[in-house]
T-cell receptor, first 113, second 114 residues
Framework: DQQVKQNSPSLSVQEGRISILNCDYT??????FLWYKKYPAEGPTFLIS?????DKNEDGRFTVFLNKSAKHLSLHIVPSQPGDSAVYFC????????????FGTGTQLKVEL | DAGVTQSPTHLIKTRGQHVTLRCSPI?????VSWYQQVLGQGPQFIFQ???????GRGNFPDRFSARQFPNYSSELNVNALLLGDSALYLC?????????????FGPGTRLLVL
Protein backbone atom coordinates (compact mmCIF):
# COMPACT_ATOMS: atom_id res chain seq x y z
CA ASP A 1 0.00 0.00 0.00
CA GLN A 2 1.75 3.11 -1.31
CA GLN A 3 0.92 5.87 1.18
CA VAL A 4 2.99 8.49 -0.65
CA LYS A 5 2.73 8.60 -4.42
CA GLN A 6 4.68 10.43 -7.08
CA ASN A 7 2.83 9.58 -10.26
CA SER A 8 5.29 11.15 -12.69
CA PRO A 9 8.43 9.03 -12.94
CA SER A 10 10.15 11.68 -15.04
CA LEU A 11 9.93 15.34 -15.99
CA SER A 12 11.87 17.33 -18.56
CA VAL A 13 12.09 21.13 -18.34
CA GLN A 14 14.06 23.80 -20.15
CA GLU A 15 16.65 25.80 -18.26
CA GLY A 16 15.14 28.98 -16.79
CA ARG A 17 11.58 27.65 -16.77
CA ILE A 18 9.56 26.43 -13.80
CA SER A 19 9.73 22.79 -12.67
CA ILE A 20 6.68 21.48 -10.83
CA LEU A 21 6.93 18.15 -9.08
CA ASN A 22 3.82 16.62 -7.57
CA CYS A 23 3.15 14.28 -4.67
CA ASP A 24 -0.05 12.76 -3.24
CA TYR A 25 -0.55 11.01 0.06
CA THR A 26 -3.29 8.86 1.52
CA UNK A 27 -2.52 8.72 5.25
CA UNK A 28 -4.39 11.53 6.99
CA UNK A 29 -2.06 11.19 10.00
CA UNK A 30 0.84 12.63 8.00
CA UNK A 31 1.46 16.18 9.16
CA UNK A 32 5.02 16.95 8.11
CA PHE A 33 6.33 16.76 4.57
CA LEU A 34 9.79 16.98 3.08
CA TRP A 35 11.45 17.00 -0.30
CA TYR A 36 14.82 15.38 -0.88
CA LYS A 37 17.02 15.50 -3.96
CA LYS A 38 19.20 12.56 -4.91
CA TYR A 39 22.12 12.40 -7.32
CA PRO A 40 23.44 9.00 -8.47
CA ALA A 41 25.87 7.39 -6.01
CA GLU A 42 24.91 9.86 -3.27
CA GLY A 43 22.42 9.80 -0.42
CA PRO A 44 19.27 11.95 -0.48
CA THR A 45 19.89 15.62 0.31
CA PHE A 46 17.26 17.56 2.26
CA LEU A 47 15.75 20.43 0.26
CA ILE A 48 12.73 21.89 1.98
CA SER A 49 9.95 20.92 4.36
CA UNK A 50 6.47 22.03 5.33
CA UNK A 51 4.27 21.48 8.34
CA UNK A 52 0.57 20.80 7.90
CA UNK A 53 -0.24 24.07 9.69
CA UNK A 54 1.09 25.92 6.66
CA ASP A 55 0.14 25.85 3.02
CA LYS A 56 3.35 27.28 1.58
CA ASN A 57 7.03 27.39 2.42
CA GLU A 58 9.69 29.12 0.39
CA ASP A 59 13.49 28.83 0.36
CA GLY A 60 15.26 30.60 -2.45
CA ARG A 61 14.33 29.01 -5.78
CA PHE A 62 12.34 26.26 -4.03
CA THR A 63 8.72 26.58 -2.89
CA VAL A 64 6.56 23.80 -1.50
CA PHE A 65 2.78 24.05 -1.54
CA LEU A 66 0.50 21.89 0.58
CA ASN A 67 -3.20 21.27 -0.07
CA LYS A 68 -4.39 19.30 2.95
CA SER A 69 -7.93 18.79 1.75
CA ALA A 70 -6.65 17.22 -1.47
CA LYS A 71 -3.78 15.43 0.29
CA HIS A 72 -1.47 16.91 -2.32
CA LEU A 73 1.81 18.75 -2.26
CA SER A 74 4.02 20.16 -4.94
CA LEU A 75 7.55 21.45 -5.26
CA HIS A 76 8.19 24.42 -7.53
CA ILE A 77 11.71 25.23 -8.71
CA VAL A 78 12.11 28.64 -10.34
CA PRO A 79 14.20 29.18 -12.37
CA SER A 80 15.29 25.63 -13.13
CA GLN A 81 19.03 25.08 -13.61
CA PRO A 82 20.94 22.16 -15.18
CA GLY A 83 22.38 21.34 -11.73
CA ASP A 84 18.82 20.63 -10.56
CA SER A 85 18.76 17.48 -12.69
CA ALA A 86 18.33 14.69 -10.14
CA VAL A 87 15.73 12.37 -8.64
CA TYR A 88 13.36 14.17 -6.29
CA PHE A 89 11.67 12.27 -3.46
CA CYS A 90 8.65 13.41 -1.53
CA UNK A 91 8.55 12.14 2.06
CA UNK A 92 6.00 12.36 4.86
CA UNK A 93 5.88 11.70 8.57
CA UNK A 94 3.32 11.45 11.34
CA UNK A 95 5.00 13.66 13.94
CA UNK A 96 3.00 12.05 16.70
CA UNK A 97 5.02 8.91 16.05
CA UNK A 98 8.46 10.46 15.76
CA UNK A 99 10.24 11.36 12.57
CA UNK A 100 10.17 8.09 10.64
CA UNK A 101 9.79 8.93 6.93
CA UNK A 102 7.56 7.38 4.30
CA PHE A 103 8.86 8.08 0.81
CA GLY A 104 7.34 8.27 -2.63
CA THR A 105 8.95 6.49 -5.59
CA GLY A 106 10.67 9.60 -6.89
CA THR A 107 10.56 11.80 -10.00
CA GLN A 108 13.58 12.09 -12.29
CA LEU A 109 13.94 15.75 -13.25
CA LYS A 110 16.01 16.64 -16.29
CA VAL A 111 16.73 20.31 -16.92
CA GLU A 112 17.82 20.84 -20.50
CA LEU A 113 19.89 23.68 -21.88
CA ASP B 1 31.44 19.40 9.93
CA ALA B 2 31.39 15.83 8.67
CA GLY B 3 28.05 14.55 7.51
CA VAL B 4 26.68 11.07 8.01
CA THR B 5 29.27 8.48 7.03
CA GLN B 6 28.66 4.88 6.05
CA SER B 7 30.92 1.91 5.42
CA PRO B 8 31.57 0.06 3.26
CA THR B 9 30.44 1.89 0.12
CA HIS B 10 29.94 -1.31 -1.87
CA LEU B 11 29.62 -4.94 -0.89
CA ILE B 12 29.11 -8.21 -2.76
CA LYS B 13 27.83 -11.25 -0.88
CA THR B 14 26.32 -14.61 -1.80
CA ARG B 15 22.97 -16.00 -0.73
CA GLY B 16 22.90 -17.26 2.84
CA GLN B 17 25.76 -15.10 4.02
CA HIS B 18 25.64 -12.47 6.73
CA VAL B 19 26.43 -8.76 6.32
CA THR B 20 27.15 -5.88 8.72
CA LEU B 21 26.79 -2.27 7.61
CA ARG B 22 28.07 0.64 9.65
CA CYS B 23 26.98 4.24 10.14
CA SER B 24 28.36 7.24 12.00
CA PRO B 25 25.87 10.06 12.56
CA ILE B 26 26.49 13.78 12.37
CA UNK B 27 28.27 14.96 15.50
CA UNK B 28 25.71 15.77 18.19
CA UNK B 29 22.97 13.68 16.61
CA UNK B 30 21.57 10.97 18.86
CA UNK B 31 19.11 9.29 16.52
CA VAL B 32 20.01 6.96 13.67
CA SER B 33 17.58 5.45 11.19
CA TRP B 34 18.12 2.82 8.51
CA TYR B 35 16.36 2.68 5.15
CA GLN B 36 16.47 0.24 2.25
CA GLN B 37 16.18 1.56 -1.29
CA VAL B 38 15.51 -0.99 -3.99
CA LEU B 39 16.09 0.10 -7.60
CA GLY B 40 13.19 2.18 -8.90
CA GLN B 41 11.62 2.67 -5.46
CA GLY B 42 11.87 5.22 -2.71
CA PRO B 43 13.72 4.44 0.53
CA GLN B 44 11.80 2.18 2.95
CA PHE B 45 12.15 2.53 6.71
CA ILE B 46 13.84 -0.39 8.48
CA PHE B 47 14.81 0.76 12.00
CA GLN B 48 15.21 3.81 14.18
CA UNK B 49 17.46 3.98 17.23
CA UNK B 50 17.71 6.72 19.82
CA UNK B 51 19.98 6.68 22.86
CA UNK B 52 20.83 3.04 22.08
CA UNK B 53 17.21 1.91 22.18
CA UNK B 54 15.09 0.75 19.27
CA UNK B 55 12.34 3.31 18.76
CA GLY B 56 10.77 2.05 15.58
CA ARG B 57 10.81 -0.90 13.22
CA GLY B 58 9.51 -1.16 9.68
CA ASN B 59 7.99 -4.16 7.95
CA PHE B 60 11.15 -6.23 7.58
CA PRO B 61 11.81 -9.85 8.62
CA ASP B 62 13.72 -10.83 11.75
CA ARG B 63 16.78 -11.48 9.59
CA PHE B 64 17.31 -7.73 9.88
CA SER B 65 18.66 -6.40 13.16
CA ALA B 66 20.48 -3.31 14.31
CA ARG B 67 22.08 -1.72 17.32
CA GLN B 68 23.38 1.65 18.42
CA PHE B 69 26.56 2.17 20.39
CA PRO B 70 27.34 4.63 23.22
CA ASN B 71 28.99 6.98 20.69
CA TYR B 72 25.67 6.92 18.72
CA SER B 73 27.14 5.05 15.76
CA SER B 74 25.07 2.16 14.51
CA GLU B 75 25.29 -1.22 12.80
CA LEU B 76 22.72 -2.90 10.59
CA ASN B 77 22.98 -6.68 10.38
CA VAL B 78 21.29 -8.90 7.83
CA ASN B 79 21.42 -12.68 8.19
CA ALA B 80 20.72 -15.41 5.64
CA LEU B 81 20.94 -13.02 2.72
CA LEU B 82 18.45 -13.38 -0.13
CA LEU B 83 18.78 -12.11 -3.69
CA GLY B 84 16.00 -9.62 -2.87
CA ASP B 85 18.18 -7.98 -0.21
CA SER B 86 20.22 -6.41 -3.00
CA ALA B 87 19.66 -2.69 -2.50
CA LEU B 88 21.12 0.62 -1.40
CA TYR B 89 21.10 0.80 2.39
CA LEU B 90 20.86 4.34 3.69
CA CYS B 91 21.57 5.62 7.16
CA UNK B 92 20.07 8.89 8.37
CA UNK B 93 20.69 10.84 11.54
CA UNK B 94 18.75 13.49 13.40
CA UNK B 95 19.37 15.29 16.66
CA UNK B 96 16.34 13.74 18.30
CA UNK B 97 13.01 12.08 17.68
CA UNK B 98 10.77 15.14 17.49
CA UNK B 99 8.49 14.83 14.52
CA UNK B 100 9.75 17.90 12.70
CA UNK B 101 13.42 17.00 13.11
CA UNK B 102 15.00 16.71 9.69
CA UNK B 103 16.82 13.50 8.90
CA UNK B 104 20.14 13.82 7.10
CA PHE B 105 21.29 10.92 4.96
CA GLY B 106 24.64 9.33 4.34
CA PRO B 107 25.84 8.20 0.89
CA GLY B 108 24.63 4.65 1.43
CA THR B 109 26.07 1.16 1.12
CA ARG B 110 25.26 -0.64 -2.10
CA LEU B 111 24.79 -4.35 -1.39
CA LEU B 112 24.70 -6.92 -4.16
CA VAL B 113 23.65 -10.46 -3.27
CA LEU B 114 24.58 -13.13 -5.84
Amino acid sequence: DQQVKQNSPSLSVQEGRISILNCDYTNSMFDYFLWYKKYPAEGPTFLISISSIKDKNEDGRFTVFLNKSAKHLSLHIVPSQPGDSAVYFCAASDTGGGNKLTFGTGTQLKVEL
Amino acid sequence: DAGVTQSPTHLIKTRGQHVTLRCSPISGHKSVSWYQQVLGQGPQFIFQYYEKEERGRGNFPDRFSARQFPNYSSELNVNALLLGDSALYLCASSSGLAGAETQYFGPGTRLLVL
